[in-house]
């Protein structure tokens, strides 16, 4: 039981500190046609980006967790085709990456907020 305390108190001193990032949900209207018989449908949607954003940053950036409260984050992060922006809680852009996937934005960002 002492060895499994003490463990506990040393990972959590030398594990890496944790940005909170708020990330701005940007949701998109989608309307698909399909074919059916004698005729066509349609069906209307919404795609929520957080939600991959946050997955993808959970696989491959330590660095960060996320909130869903804007007032608690450390970070505040927009996606947004062409480029994101990562600004502080005062609105002030601190980072602004060109990559044009997802991958490649989690990992200049993460870049970016582990050298914080």
Do not use: W
């Not at 909130?67 to 980072?95: C, E, H, W």
Request: include cysteine; hydrophobic fraction near 45%; proline fraction near 5%.
């Amino acid at each position: 039981m002492r060895i499994a305390l003490f463990l506990l108190v040393f990972l959590g001193q030398n594990a890496p500190p944790r940005h909170i990032v708020f990330v701005v949900d940007k949701i998109t209207q989608s309307v698909e046609a399909h074919n059916v018989p004698f005729g066509s449908a349609a069906s209307a949607g919404e795609h929520h980006s957080a939600p991959v954003v946050m997955a993808e940053f959970s696989k491959k950036c330590s660095a960060v967790s996320f909130t869903q409260d804007r007032s608690m984050a450390d970070f505040v992060l927009q996606t947004q085709p062409g480029g994101t922006i990562l600004s502080d809680s005062k609105g002030n852009v601190l980072y602004v990456s060109p990559a044009k996937n997802l991958g490649n934005m989690v990992k200049d960002v993460c870049k970016f907020v582990a050298s914080r």
